[in-house]
């Protein structure tokens, strides 16, 4: 199709080609895991017949473990995302904004590691807790962009009257990113909010 009906350029999508495999099982009293994995392929992006982009073939796993502690229930989960090399095109131009030529970058390689745990804890006859931990490690073939953030965090759900919930929530955040100078910076936040929800 054509994107633009200012200049006479065609742009042609390529394909996606999405494989998955999955597994689960239950386990003692209501406890169940899973898994699955995840192959993606993408043909070239046409621009012009040129190659505008194509994205490296990506490699995704996925495991959780659901289970009873008391009266409290857990779920402990993994994901791995890797994301092969890759093809840019360019388009090259001069102080003026004119084009002069192009150029196909190579775009490397990333892989993203993310493993947490959030449950439901039973606070008195009252009201639960659901606290959440997560960890996430970015490693990438330019070392600008790597770096980790840790998680921690919870809401309460609370019913208020009638058909309304609300679910008050807080997390603190950390982690490390090194940045394009080749510097490695801290970092952290602290996000707050809340949640209403009405039945009709």
């Known amino acids: ?9 065609t742009y042609v999508p390529g394909n996606d080609i999405n494989v ?4 689960d099982r239950n386990y003692g009293d209501g406890g169940k895991f899973t898994m699955g994995f995840t192959f993606q392929n993408y043909s070239e992006d046409q621009y012009n017949d040129k190659n505008l982009f194509q994205a490296g073939n990506r490699l995704r796993g996925d495991m959780s473990l659901a289970f009873r502690a008391g009266r409290s229930t857990w779920a402990l989960y993994g994901v791995n995302v890797y994301r092969d090399q890759g093809d840019a095109f360019l388009d090259l131009v001069d102080g ?10 190579v775009v490397g390689w990333q892989n993203l590691t ?7 804890v039973p606070m008195g006859s009252t ?7 997560d960890f996430r490690y970015q490693a990438r073939e330019e070392s600008n962009g790597e770096g980790w953030l840790a998680g921690a965090g919870a809401d309460i759900p609370l019913r208020l009257f009638g058909g309304m919930d609300t679910f008050p929530r807080g997390r603190f955040s950390w982690g490390q990113l090194m940045a394009p100078d080749g510097e490695t ?4 936040g602290v996000e707050l909010g809340v949640t209403l929800r009405w039945r009709l």
Do not use: C, H, K
């Open 1 to 9: 199709f054509e994107p633009t009906q200012d200049l006479d350029i």
């Open 20 to 23: 998955r495999l999955g597994l």
């Open 96 to 105: 003026s904004n004119n084009v002069v030529g192009d150029t196909t970058v």
């Open 114 to 120: 993310v493993a947490g745990l959030n449950g439901s």
């Open 127 to 133: 009201f639960r807790i659901r606290p959440s931990f």
């Open 185 to 188: 910076y801290s970092l952290w």
